[in-house]
């Protein structure tokens, strides 16, 4: 069964700070993962998509790396900022490529805080 | 730059009613999505359409049904509302079903049946 696994569930750290979120999935065959970010009340917002040949991809502070091999993921942000509070949701997509083959982590909650 | 707009955003249901969630999108996006997403788990898919006229069923379909007349709409019914559809549900739309293609989610209708 296709899994995608994300931890921490939760996490706090202080404004200013760095953090590292982790995405593990199962997903086979393998397209391509979204990291998103979900703020309280909100609907999803993309932050990065990356597919099997990409190690590295940025958007502003954040920084989202694949090993397709290990299958493993990580989002790190950098220079945390209050705004950033939100939880963050890893999405893989399998192969065919289809509106059922999209599998949701649980996401991590993320507060930044003074 | 409306995106993909969802109605109500608040709803409370008794037993047994029906209810209509409305989503339209002013991106002319082919693919157009229903998830539910309920508390500590990913989300899961309900009802999908890939154009006017066409809709298949996601991962969990029962106690709803989606009409697609125009590439604009795509309403989620409810029928003989159920305590176990008490949840977060979000519509979504793409361009078309690519690898690569960024899924924009509308801001989400929390429904409570009671």
């Not at chain 1, 990065?48 to 990409?54: A, D, K, L, P, V």
């Not at chain 2, 359409?49 to 809709?55: D, K, N, P, Q, R």
């Not at chain 2, 739309?93 to 960024?102: A, F, I, K, L």
């Amino acid at each position: 069964k296709n899994q995608v696994e994300q931890s921490p569930q939760s996490l706090i750290i202080l404004e200013g700070k760095n953090c590292t979120l982790q995405c593990n999935y199962t997903v086979s065959p393998f397209s391509n993962l979204r990291w998103y970010k979900q703020d309280t009340g909100r609907g999803p917002v993309s932050l990065t998509i990356m597919t099997f040949s990409e190690n590295t991809k940025s958007n502003g502070r954040y920084t989202a790396t694949l090993d397709a091999d290990t299958k493993q993921s990580s989002l790190h942000i950098t220079a945390s900022q209050l705004s950033d509070s939100a939880s963050y949701i890893c999405v893989v997509r399998g192969l065919p490529v289809g509106a059922s083959k999209l599998t949701f982590g649980t996401g991590t909650r993320l507060q930044v805080t003074l | 730059n409306a995106g993909v707009t969802q109605t109500p955003k608040f709803r409370i249901l008794k037993i047994g009613q029906s209810m209509t969630l409305q989503c339209t999108q002013d991106m002319n996006h082919n693919y157009m999505y229903w998830y539910r997403q309920d508390p500590g788990m990913g989300l899961k898919l309900i009802y999908y359409s890939v154009g006017a006229g066409i809709t298949d069923k996601g991962e969990v379909p029962n106690g709803y049904n989606v009409s697609r007349s125009t590439t604009e709409d795509f309403p989620l019914r409810l029928e003989l509302a159920a305590p176990s559809q008490t949840s977060v549900y979000f519509c979504a739309s793409s361009p078309r079903e690519y690898r690569g293609n960024t899924i924009y989610f509308g801001e989400g209708s929390w429904l409570t049946v009671v």
